[in-house]
């Protein structure tokens, strides 16, 4: 299948700071990418859908100034947590759609984001 | 709006048990449905999907899963379970609304007892 590709697996910030998290798709081009957060033994919400040249769409109750979304390329987007709150820890994962109606999405391996 | 329910938190079997996960969606247009395994701290990655056709479809480890459209439902399967399967596993629809994206059920932790 389809290889998505997350960047940092891991990373660890002081309060304040700003993180960017990327995602890529290896071997095809994607025109949409999502953004999902995940709490601790939780399902995956929703954040944003990220589309190619254009503003991502965020889901209801997502700050889009805190969560700067940018898919500036077919193969690359990127999610940057501003001003990184403790309360903003927790894993994050990007997904990307082949295209196609019926198409999946394929997942990177997520990103564990630990605001101290 | 489309959403996912999933029946059950957590599922206990013993090894070489039958597993039964279930999930119930909705959706106002033909879904797109879907079962994921995720294994701690990893991403997803994908059992097997239904878009259209046959209602039955099987998928890597030896699972499989029923579209029934009269019940709105898509339960998981596997006739043996094996340690391994130890995992959460998340029921997930997408469909022509709202631009495919993938919308979660809150996800069922599937123990396998020795």
């Known amino acids: 299948g389809a290889v998505v590709s997350q960047h940092p697996s891991r990373v660890i910030c002081k309060s304040g700071t700003s993180v960017k998290i990327e995602c890529r798709s290896l071997?095809?081009?994607?025109?949409?990418m999502f953004w999902y957060r995940q709490f601790p033994k939780q399902s995956l919400m929703l954040m944003a859908t990220?589309?190619?040249?254009?503003?991502?769409?965020?889901e209801q109750g997502v700050e889009k100034d805190k969560f700067l979304i940018n898919h500036a390329s077919l193969t690359l987007s990127t999610l940057t947590v501003t001003s990184a709150h403790p309360e903003d820890s927790s894993f994050y994962i990007c997904?990307?759609?082949?295209?196609?109606?019926?198409?999946?999405?394929?997942f990177g391996q997520g990103t564990r984001l630990t605001v101290v | 709006a489309q959403s996912v329910t999933q029946l059950g938190s957590h599922v206990s079997v013993s090894e070489g048990a039958l597993v039964l996960l279930r999930c119930n969606y909705s959706?106002?247009?033909?879904?797109?449905l879907f079962w994921y395994v995720q294994y701690p701290n990893q991403g997803l990655q994908l059992l097997l999907k239904?878009?259209?056709?046959?209602?039955l479809v099987k998928g890597i480890n030896g699972f499989e899963a029923e579209f029934k459209k009269s019940e709105t439902s898509f339960h998981l399967t596997k006739p043996s379970a094996h340690m391994s399967d130890a995992a959460e596993y998340f029921c997930?629809?997408?469909?022509?609304?709202?631009?495919?994206?993938?919308?979660f059920g809150a996800g069922t932790r599937l123990f396998v007892k020795a």
């Open positions: 997904s990307a759609r082949v295209e196609g109606p019926a198409a999946e999405a394929f």
């Open positions: 071997d095809f081009q994607a025109t949409t």
């Open positions: 990220s589309n190619e040249g254009s503003k991502a769409t965020y």
């Open positions: 959706s106002s247009v033909p879904p797109y």
């Open positions: 239904y878009t259209t056709g046959a209602t």
């Open positions: 997930a629809v997408s469909g022509f609304t709202g631009g495919f994206k993938t919308i």
